[in-house]
Nanobody
Framework: QVQLVESGGGLVQAGGSLRLSCAAS????????MAWYRQAPGKQRELVAT???????NYPDSVKGRFTISRDNAKNTVYLQMNSLKPEDTAVYYC??????????WGQGTQVTVSS
């Protein structure tokens, strides 16, 4: 069973930075796609960033230029560097990992709160 452990959330002032981490374990296959999603109160979960096994990344316009996703394949870990944070970035952030041959797995979520 794929297990994901997230860390790095917290409270930060607008304009500040946070770095989220998500470590995956419990499998021997390679990881295909890794991603971060977020869900604000009363809103649907939305995609924040993706990174392929080859390192290609993708972001929605709302975070492009401010957020950076990266991965360490040796550690089975994905990161999300968030800069120039805004109050509207406040949400629970979830990592999502697709291991070859398995269903997508979700992390437990980590709260990010940006104060104005």
């Amino acid at each position: 069973q794929v297990q994901l452990v997230e860390s790095g959330g917290g409270l930060v002032q607008a304009g500040g930075s946070l770095r989220l981490s998500c470590a995956a374990s419990g499998f021997t296959e390679k990881i295909n796609l890794m991603a971060w999603y977020r869900q604000a109160p009363g809103k649907q979960r939305e995609l924040v960033a993706t990174i392929t096994s080859g390192g290609s990344t993708n972001y929605p316009d709302s975070v492009k230029g401010r957020f950076t996703i990266s991965r360490d394949n040796a550690k089975n870990t994905v990161y999300l560097q968030m800069n120039s944070l805004k109050p509207e970035d406040t949400a629970v952030y979830y990592c999502n990992v697709l291991v070859w041959g398995r269903k997508p797995s979700w992390g437990q979520g980590t709260q990010v709160t940006v104060s104005s």
